[in-house]
């Protein structure tokens, strides 16, 4: 059964002139300040996280809490992204939206970025002190999360580093685990080449230091007597430029 609302039908001059006059009531710096969007603050976090971490394989991004209170003026210009923790940007971190426009303003959002990447791991179980080869070595997909201190991409970066401890089975390598290997021991006798215009002079000398590829080390020329800087650059050979 339908029930007619009949109070709604009584006097409907009255409630017209009502209505009018309480429209006329509202003053115009009443009406609504267009806001920025929740979805266009998340666009354009994603778009910048998105830039940041290209070198990654693949990500997974994943937004934290957003006050439904949070009104930010329309920004007269493009959003742009930031990272306010420089040091975090996988795993659990923040990411910041800024409008640099004529009513400037920040906001902080909470998120968890999962980073995929092809990274170098030990394919077996290597000691202290393992002068690594490529086959020590395999590239496999992993989720860096809870990497931290950076990884290796690519194995020739590896290969032939030492390894300052024990690793196991998988494991994925990074830069806190791996030294250079020794090149030159201190004592031992070297070459020297000495660089002159478009001369080449190779002279016998002794490493008065260890050295590893690209370090500079004391050498003391065995002819002259005189102690000089030189460069490491393959086993028992330094070089200095003139």
Request: glycine fraction near 6%; aromatic fraction near 6%; proline fraction near 5%.
């Amino acid at each position: 059964m339908i029930h007619k609302r009949t109070d709604l039908l009584v006097k409907p001059r009255l409630i017209t002139g009502f209505i009018a006059a309480f429209c006329l009531a509202i003053p115009v710096s009443a009406q609504p300040i267009t806001v920025e969007s929740t979805q266009k603050l998340l666009q354009a976090a994603t778009q910048f996280i998105t830039t940041q971490l290209s070198e990654y394989k693949k990500l997974n991004i994943k937004f934290g809490y957003i006050d439904a209170r949070l009104r930010l003026p329309r920004c007269s210009e493009k959003l742009q992204g930031y990272f306010p923790d420089q040091g975090a940007t996988v795993g659990s971190t923040l990411v910041g939206v800024q409008c640099n426009g004529s009513a400037p303003w920040k906001v902080v959002i909470p998120v968890q970025i999962h980073a995929y990447a092809t990274v170098v791991a030990a394919r077996e179980p290597l000691s202290k002190d393992t002068l690594i080869q490529s086959s020590d070595l395999y590239l496999v997909d992993k989720e860096l999360s809870s990497s931290y201190g950076g990884v290796y991409t690519k194995l020739a970066d590896v290969s032939g580093m030492v390894l300052k401890q024990p690793v196991n089975k998988d494991t994925v390598l990074a830069p806190h685990m791996l030294k250079p290997k020794r090149l030159v021991q201190r004592g031992e006798t070297v070459t020297i080449l000495a660089h002159y215009e478009d001369l080449v002079i190779h002279v016998q000398g002794v490493a008065l230091m260890d050295g590893q590829r690209g370090q500079i080390i004391r050498v003391q020329n065995s002819r002259s007597g005189r102690e000089i800087q030189a460069e490491v650059v393959d086993p028992a050979l330094v070089q200095v430029k003139m």
